[in-house]
């Protein structure tokens, strides 16, 4: 059971990492391009950029964009890999050996996801970096200014918002993938249409989750 | 040995065996045979606990399957070895680690006894070559061979087998129908092949069982299969003109 969850964290959160760090870059780099185009008033500081970025990155960009990202990816191949193993026969050759299929199969996926927080806590790392050298290199925000910016008023509790969050995305990105390709039926154009269904209902699952944790944590 | 008493399985309003009765002996290739849609495969799966009979009972040495706990059932099916008609070799994994999965599995055994079992089981099916080759590496001869060497390596009491010869050309097909034999013999396990091939009834059949809309049409041997009058048999078997002519053959040389 050790080697199939080394085997997953290496598969679902080593192999997004890429993914995510290219898109936490860029998408920092955004936040902090329309944030300075709509404080254009002279007695906004500069900083107010820097903060705003490190707020929007920290709070939803990472745990939420990047679950959503993860939905597609991870959620795809999740479904898509169960339900390649089901259609042809490979999770009844597991019962007949006499194997707990969905233990076998799922479990090892929801400890993996465990480690999906070291994901985003790159992916906040690495969206505020992005801001910085937009910031800085674009002429938006002066890098003093935007440093400035990221150490104001900070709240330690929304990094663990933002954690609590991810462990929970973390949960869903897991089982409702693997639910929808373990008990999916049919051949292999179905195995398609499961790994669609399953984007869709774990990304409106995640959506309502935010809202929800969000009211409760912050509201 | 194998004894079904009486299984009735349905899907939906779909009632698909009704009522099937038979016993599979130890040592033996047994043979289910029917058209396609006959009940043949969800038979097969009913064997193997796959799928949960509504009514009836199947006894495996003894012990009543129904009445064994989880843990029971997936204890007995370590006994079980399964041949799937599309092999369902673990595409992650090399020939070698199919193999020696249900060993990792369910065995305490050392790397190096594992390793040796795997290399006797893949000699045995006479894949010397193929060890650290990937099932979409290898042709579907060698699958089957591969997915046989997967059943039998924890020595199983039973081996049951979904159309093992079905895509493949006919020399292989002989050669897969006559390993299976040959290991049925050599282990002393009770197995049980669904079919549609006429050369595996002819050459392996030790006892048939002849499957038609749900119900058990006809049960014998490959030699009786010849002399049968039933209708539906002979329809089923003497379908194709070679077999009508060796029948009409057989008659003649009889009379």
């Given at each position: 059971?050790?080697?199939?969850?080394?085997?997953?964290?290496?598969?679902?959160?080593?192999?997004?990492?890429?993914?995510?760090?290219?898109?936490?870059?860029?998408?920092?780099?955004?936040?902090?391009?329309?944030?300075?185009?709509?404080?254009?008033?002279?007695?906004?500081?500069?900083?107010?950029?820097?903060?705003?970025?490190?707020?929007?990155?920290?709070?939803?960009?990472?745990?939420?964009?990047?679950?959503?990202?993860?939905?597609?990816?991870?959620?795809?191949?999740?479904?898509?890999?169960?339900?390649?193993?089901?259609?042809?026969?490979?999770?009844?050759?597991?019962?007949?050996?006499?194997?707990?299929?969905?233990?076998?199969?799922?479990?090892?996926?929801?400890?993996a996801m465990f480690m999906y927080p070291f994901a985003v806590a790159i992916a906040m790392y690495i969206g505020i970096l992005g801001g910085w050298i937009a910031g800085a290199f674009g002429g938006y925000a002066p890098s003093g200014e935007f440093v400035?910016?990221?150490?104001?008023?900070?709240?330690?509790?929304?990094?663990?918002?933002?954690?609590?969050?991810?462990?929970?995305?973390?949960?869903?990105?897991?089982?409702?993938?693997?639910?929808?390709?373990?008990?999916?039926?049919?051949?292999?154009?179905?195995?398609?249409?499961?790994?669609?269904?399953?984007?869709?209902?774990?990304?409106?699952?995640?959506?309502?989750?935010?809202?929800?944790?969000?009211?409760?944590?912050?509201? | 040995?194998?004894?079904?008493?009486?299984?009735?399985?349905?899907?939906?309003?779909?009632?698909?065996?009704?009522?099937?009765?038979?016993?599979?002996?130890?040592?033996?290739?047994?043979?289910?045979?029917?058209?396609?849609?006959?009940?043949?495969?969800?038979?097969?799966?009913?064997?193997?606990?796959?799928?949960?009979?509504?009514?009836?009972?199947?006894?495996?040495?003894?012990?009543?399957?129904?009445?064994?706990?989880?843990?029971?059932?997936?204890?007995?099916?370590?006994?079980?070895?399964?041949?799937?008609?599309?092999?369902?070799?673990?595409?992650?994994?090399?020939?070698?680690?199919?193999?020696?999965?249900?060993?990792?599995?369910?065995?305490?055994?050392?790397?190096?006894?594992?390793?040796?079992?795997?290399?006797?089981?893949?000699?045995?099916?006479?894949?010397?070559?193929?060890?650290?080759?990937?099932?979409?590496?290898?042709?579907?001869?060698?699958?089957?061979?591969?997915?046989?060497?997967?059943?039998?390596?924890?020595?199983?009491?039973?081996?049951?087998?979904?159309?093992?010869?079905?895509?493949?050309?006919?020399?292989?097909?002989?050669?897969?129908?006559?390993?299976?034999?040959?290991?049925?013999?050599?282990?002393?396990?009770?197995?049980?092949?669904?079919?549609?091939?006429?050369?595996?009834?002819?050459?392996?059949?030790?006892?048939?069982?002849?499957?038609?809309?749900?119900?058990?049409?006809?049960?014998?041997?490959?030699?009786?299969?010849?002399?049968?009058?039933?209708?539906?048999?002979?329809?089923?078997?003497?379908?194709?003109?070679?077999?009508?002519?060796?029948?009409?053959?057989?008659?003649?040389?009889?009379?």
């Amino acid at each position: 059971m050790k080697s199939l969850i080394l085997k997953e964290i290496d598969e679902l959160i080593f192999g997004s990492l890429g993914i995510i760090i290219f898109i936490s870059f860029f998408i920092g780099g955004v936040v902090t391009i329309q944030t300075a185009l709509n404080l254009n008033s002279p007695l906004i500081p500069k900083s107010l950029i820097g903060f705003a970025t490190r707020q929007s990155v920290i709070l939803e960009f990472a745990p939420t964009f990047t679950s959503i990202i993860m939905a597609g990816k991870v959620g795809s191949y999740i479904t898509s890999s169960i339900g390649t193993m089901k259609v042809t026969e490979q999770i009844d050759a597991l019962e007949v050996m006499g194997v707990n299929s969905l233990n076998y199969l799922v479990f090892p996926k929801i400890i993996a996801m465990f480690m999906y927080p070291f994901a985003v806590a790159i992916a906040m790392y690495i969206g505020i970096l992005g801001g910085w050298i937009a910031g800085a290199f674009g002429g938006y925000a002066p890098s003093g200014e935007f440093v400035k910016g990221l150490q104001l008023d900070f709240i330690p509790f929304h990094v663990t918002y933002a954690f609590i969050k991810t462990i929970v995305f973390a949960f869903v990105i897991a089982t409702i993938p693997s639910y929808h390709g373990f008990y999916m039926k049919g051949g292999a154009l179905e195995v398609g249409k499961a790994s669609t269904t399953s984007f869709v209902w774990t990304s409106v699952v995640i959506i309502i989750l935010n809202y929800i944790l969000t009211q409760l944590l912050l509201g | 040995m194998i004894q079904v008493e009486n299984i009735h399985k349905s899907f939906g309003d779909t009632h698909v065996l009704k009522g099937i009765t038979t016993e599979f002996e130890q040592g033996k290739t047994n043979l289910v045979i029917g058209q396609s849609g006959s009940g043949k495969t969800v038979f097969l799966k009913c064997l193997l606990g796959l799928f949960e009979p509504e009514e009836g009972t199947i006894i495996y040495n003894g012990q009543v399957y129904s009445e064994l706990s989880i843990n029971e059932q997936r204890d007995l099916r370590q006994n079980m070895g399964m041949v799937f008609q599309g092999s369902a070799l673990f595409d992650s994994m090399t020939v070698e680690g199919n193999v020696m999965f249900p060993l990792e599995m369910f065995t305490k055994q050392s790397k190096a006894e594992m390793q040796d079992r795997v290399d006797f089981v893949l000699e045995r099916v006479n894949l010397v070559d193929a060890h650290k080759k990937f099932p979409s590496e290898i042709s579907g001869g060698m699958k089957k061979r591969v997915a046989i060497a997967r059943a039998i390596v924890m020595n199983p009491e039973y081996l049951f087998c979904d159309e093992p010869n079905s895509g493949l050309d006919p020399k292989t097909a002989i050669l897969i129908d006559n390993l299976i034999q040959e290991i049925t013999k050599e282990y002393h396990i009770t197995t049980v092949i669904n079919t549609h091939d006429m050369n595996s009834v002819m050459e392996i059949g030790e006892k048939i069982i002849f499957l038609k809309n749900g119900y058990k049409e006809w049960e014998g041997t490959n030699k009786e299969i010849f002399k049968t009058d039933n209708e539906a048999v002979t329809n089923f078997v003497y379908s194709s003109e070679l077999f009508k002519k060796v029948r009409q053959m057989y008659i003649e040389e009889r009379n």
